[in-house]
């Protein structure tokens, strides 16, 4: 029996995320008390739920605050090595979650006449950081529609089978941040670069023309290539640590041409041994 375990900043996504899990045929659990986790798993080894492809539980920081610092500790001792788990943490920056409780005008759960939503979302952040850093995935729903979490969800987490590991691409632009969620990051800004060329400045590295321009720099096959040797040597390591979710990011000034182009080649390159290995591009419109 499988058990994720759902965590995050309020405004960030889990309620999306958990109802992506009921929808796939998880038993959904909302904010569950960390100190029942425990008994969960236990009963959960003895007599798994039949009919469903696992457990998800949602823990936030309505939890006590006692029990969200003895998370770590209770993790790695009773729970880690007795049953399949993964930890999913969703985030996204202050400026957003700002706006979309604004928007919504929900309350938040940690503000009140002593602190604002400001506060509250930086109190919260730090409350969650025993859970953040054992996070098997980090996802940042900054940038992600509730169709894009969704999917998200049903390709890395649901998608992935036991013990395999999932590999994201994903490119970027500098000028606009480095991702939140990046356990690796590649820099492609000292590579030739398609923009300056006013008849390829509209398209994008995804379009022949722009994918034509590139094949024929010496040096972006050479960053290729050794970026690919590096995850070929490093990724085992990473597996034997027990890692489920490697996520690298490719960047370049805008996140349109020379990151795409090589997040899309290394996908690609990667897709022929592993099977799950996805590509996403933040910066570029998403269709379909």
Not at 111 to 135: C, F, H, N, T, V
Not at 157 to 175: D, H, Y
Request: charged residues 25%; glycine residues 6%.
């Amino acid at each position: 029996m499988r058990l994720v375990i759902l965590s995050g900043r309020s405004g960030s996504g889990k309620s999306t995320a958990l109802q992506a899990l009921e929808d796939l045929g998880f038993y959904c659990i909302d904010n569950l008390p960390v100190g029942l986790l425990p008994s969960l798993t236990e009963q959960l080894q003895q007599q798994p739920i039949e009919d469903k492809s696992g457990v998800a539980i949602s823990i936030d920081a309505r939890n006590t605050i006692r029990g969200l610092e003895q998370f770590p500790s209770m993790y790695q001792q009773q729970i880690k090595d007795r049953i399949d788990c993964d930890i999913l943490y969703l985030d996204a920056t202050p400026t957003t979650l700002l706006k979309r409780f604004s928007s919504t005008r929900r309350r938040h759960p940690l503000s009140d006449g002593e602190k604002g939503l400001k506060q509250a979302i930086e109190l919260e952040k730090q409350l969650l950081e025993p859970i953040a850093d054992l996070a098997d995935l980090t996802i940042d729903t900054t940038r992600l529609s509730l169709y894009e979490l969704r999917d998200q969800i049903k390709i890395r987490v649901v998608g992935r089978a036991s013990q395999e590991l999932s590999l994201l691409f994903q490119s970027f632009g500098f000028k606009h941040g480095v991702p939140m969620d990046a356990d690796l990051v590649f820099d492609a800004r000292c590579l030739p670069n398609p923009y300056w060329d006013p008849q390829l400045r509209q398209y994008t590295g995804r379009d022949q023309a722009v994918c034509d321009y590139l094949d024929n720099q010496p040096m972006v096959a050479e960053m290729q290539a050794d970026i690919a040797r590096f995850i070929e040597r490093w990724l085992p390591e990473f597996q034997h640590n027990n890692r489920s979710y490697l996520t690298v990011c490719i960047g370049c000034t805008g996140g349109q041409h020379r990151s795409v182009f090589l997040a899309e080649r290394l996908a690609g390159h990667f897709q022929r041994t592993m099977h799950n290995v996805l590509v996403q591009h933040r910066e570029l419109p998403t269709t379909g």
